[in-house]
């Protein structure tokens, strides 16, 4: 029989798919569960999307679009970018694709071979390391643990980019920790990224809508514009807008960057369809109370969350400032028993919570921080403060 390449053997399937799938059985089965999960917004772009959608389909051209994005598309992803604090772009500077996350493979295609090194903190979100490993890249991990607030150290980047990393990948504000970097820690990182000239930098922000208490968004280039030239900023309508089925991501960087992503498009996908077009512009152009609500929320949720947490002796946790996660430390069940089951480390953990008191969490392993677990707090309002107590009587049966 032939063989499958070898990228495919590399290619692991998303460990929080694999969680989110095992609470979706067992929920099939007849079980009570809760899913803390998956990170998918729980809302809805406004009814202005669909209708710009259903317009734009009564008068579809059926055609295939450009490569690039539709220019009526590019331009309201350019204001949108210069609300956020970007100047000096333009279209020739852009590329969409189907989600950040292809923006972000194509973006690893197009500035990676074979070999080639991409360095990227830890806690991270799974797909970095999954794409590093399909294009044949070798990730670097630098580890950020809880006692640095799961946050990258200007020297700890120092050190990574005196090995030259053809990439830099960073995250902000971050899945899995819902981190967020202060303006004073990104100008310290930025004076770093300045002096190793020889590494792209992509900074995946696509949760900049999810920022909490007045610490508002930040990225490299606003404190070192010097770093235009080789940064390449990635966002999407997924969590902003309520939009991931839609699948829009968007990349701003340099000229010849946005032009490689594009060609990658016509081989990849050819182009959005133009129904998904109108929706995306729809939601950049149209009013953003939806977006401005929903932050609000979720940092009351996260909130409600910390103090659950608290009540739980031994499980210490960081406060998140955005996205709708929370990251605690789980280390101090390790080596315990719940109901007679040896509870090694964070997988064993998450597995005995969803199986004896039907809450999904994502083991910390999943995210290279074995010590901890993902609480995606974007579950229906009536399941939070359940689930949370289901957690603390799980905690509460170890021995
Ligand atoms: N980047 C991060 C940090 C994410 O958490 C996700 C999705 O969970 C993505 C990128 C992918 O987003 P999209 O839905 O636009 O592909």
Redesign the pocket.
């Known amino acids: 029989m032939p063989q499958l390449a070898k990228r495919v053997g590399r290619a692991k399937p998303s460990a929080i798919m694999l969680i989110a799938e095992k609470a979706k059985q067992l929920k099939a089965s007849g079980r009570d569960i809760i899913s803390f999960s998956i990170?998918v917004p729980n809302f809805l772009p406004g009814e202005h999307v669909y209708a710009a959608a259903r317009e734009a389909l009564s008068h579809d051209s059926g055609q295939y679009g450009s490569n690039r994005g539709a220019e009526a598309l590019l331009d309201a992803f350019l204001a949108h970018i210069e609300a956020l604090g970007f100047a000096g772009y333009g279209r020739e500077h852009l590329a969409t694709g189907v989600?950040?996350?292809?923006v972000?493979y194509n973006l690893a295609e197009a500035l990676l071979d074979e070999g080639d090194e991409i360095a990227f903190a830890a806690p991270f979100?799974t797909?970095y390391r999954d794409i590093a490993d399909i294009v044949g890249a070798r990730s670097h991990i630098l580890h950020c643990g809880q006692d640095q607030h799961y946050k990258l150290r200007p020297e700890q980047l120092d050190a990574a980019l005196a090995r030259r990393p053809k990439v830099f990948l960073f995250?902000n504000p971050?899945?899995p920790t819902g981190m967020v970097y202060t303006r004073e820690e990104i100008a310290a990182l930025a004076d770093v990224l300045v002096r190793h000239p020889d590494t792209w930098i992509i900074t995946?922000d696509?949760?900049n809508a999810l920022v909490f208490d007045d610490l508002g968004y930040h990225n490299f280039v606003f404190a070192r514009p010097e770093l235009k030239e080789r940064l390449i900023f990635?966002d999407?309508?997924?969590?902003t807008y309520g939009m991931?089925g839609w699948?829009?991501?968007f990349m701003a960087g340099p000229q010849e960057v946005a032009r490689a992503v594009t060609t990658l498009n016509s081989s990849h996908i050819t182009s959005l369809p133009e129904v998904v077009t109108a929706a995306a512009i729809a939601a950049l152009t149209g009013p953003q109370d939806i977006p401005r609500a929903k932050c609000a929320e979720f940092a009351a949720r996260r909130d409600t969350v910390l103090a659950a947490l608290a009540r739980i002796p031994g499980m210490q946790c960081p406060r998140p400032q955005g996205a709708f996660y929370v990251f605690p430390d789980i280390s101090f069940a390790f080596g315990k028993y719940h109901r007679e089951r040896s509870i090694e480390n964070d997988v064993a953990f998450c597995a005995a919570l969803l199986e004896t008191h039907g809450v999904a969490c994502v083991p910390g392993s999943a995210f290279g921080e074995p010590r901890a677990m993902r609480i995606s707090y974007t579950c229906p309002a009536a399941q939070l403060e359940p689930g949370l107590e289901r957690i603390r009587d799980f905690v509460a049966e170890l021995s």
């Not at 989600?99 to 292809?102: D, F, I, L, P, V």
């Open positions: 990170g989600g950040a996350k292809q972000l979100w797909t995250n971050s899945n995946d696509i949760y990635v999407s309508l997924s969590k991931p699948r829009v991501g």
